[in-house]
């Protein structure tokens, strides 16, 4: 009897200290976390610790290129002084031609990522949130995302802000990539679903 009272105070002890250990961690996501913009200071530092694939891997150049254009903003999160996510703007809307034809003035969020080591804790939302605020001080009305039909978390975390999927047909999203040597690869392809967020 003895023992059983033992193991189940040793196990409400090691339940609380889980707990605790989570909000101390949440804590010191909620003050260490910095969103800044991709810049040519961080760029390879970003390059070396939140890796593409091998065939993408261009991509936070082209970002910062297509950010010092005008064309976009790159957002990198940075967990105590560690890129851990990133994602991008695109002031124009989608690239794809056919969301092009039916979805006007609509910036678009691309490339949503985050470290999978420091997953749901948050970081993705607030990636989001300053996706979100940055449109609506650019006077944008609503901001859209495209979500490969097969990722099923992903559009449940759209759908929590209220994002809802748009009035057009799923569609082929095609794009090409450039590995560490400079050569082409793809195309690369996904069936994609469109989704929207209105604000005021």
């Given at each position: 009897m003895?023992?059983?009272?033992?193991?189940?105070?040793?196990?409400?002890?090691?339940?609380f200290n889980l707990i605790w250990y989570i909000l101390q961690f949440s804590f010191m996501?909620?003050?260490d976390l910095k969103i800044v913009y991709i810049s040519s200071?961080?760029?390879n530092e970003v390059e070396e610790k939140i890796t593409f694939d091998d065939k993408t891997f261009s991509k936070h150049r082209d970002r910062l290129h297509l950010q010092e254009s005008g064309k976009g903003l790159?957002?990198?999160?940075?967990?105590?002084?560690?890129?851990?996510?990133?994602?991008?703007i695109r002031w124009e809307g989608a690239e794809d031609s056919y969301v092009?034809?039916?979805?006007?003035?609509?910036?678009?969020?691309?490339?949503?990522?985050?470290?999978?080591?420091?997953?749901?804790?948050?970081?993705?939302?607030k990636l989001i949130d300053?996706?979100?605020?940055?449109?609506?001080?650019?006077?944008?009305?609503?901001?859209?995302?495209?979500?490969e039909v097969t990722n099923i978390k992903a559009a449940g975390l759209y759908s929590r802000f209220n994002f809802?999927?748009?009035?057009?047909?799923?569609?082929?999203d095609i794009w090409f990539g450039e590995d560490k040597k400079g050569s082409k690869a793809g195309p690369f392809s996904?069936?994609?679903?469109?989704?929207i967020l209105g604000f005021h």
């Amino acid at each position: 009897m003895f023992k059983k009272i033992l193991l189940i105070y040793h196990s409400i002890i090691n339940y609380f200290n889980l707990i605790w250990y989570i909000l101390q961690f949440s804590f010191m996501v909620e003050n260490d976390l910095k969103i800044v913009y991709i810049s040519s200071n961080i760029l390879n530092e970003v390059e070396e610790k939140i890796t593409f694939d091998d065939k993408t891997f261009s991509k936070h150049r082209d970002r910062l290129h297509l950010q010092e254009s005008g064309k976009g903003l790159y957002l990198i999160a940075f967990l105590n002084k560690f890129p851990v996510g990133h994602v991008f703007i695109r002031w124009e809307g989608a690239e794809d031609s056919y969301v092009k034809t039916h979805i006007k003035n609509c910036p678009n969020i691309e490339d949503l990522f985050v470290n999978p080591k420091f997953r749901s804790l948050g970081i993705g939302s607030k990636l989001i949130d300053k996706c979100i605020k940055l449109a609506k001080e650019k006077g944008f009305f609503q901001i859209g995302l495209g979500v490969e039909v097969t990722n099923i978390k992903a559009a449940g975390l759209y759908s929590r802000f209220n994002f809802e999927e748009a009035n057009i047909n799923p569609y082929k999203d095609i794009w090409f990539g450039e590995d560490k040597k400079g050569s082409k690869a793809g195309p690369f392809s996904a069936i994609v679903k469109y989704f929207i967020l209105g604000f005021h």
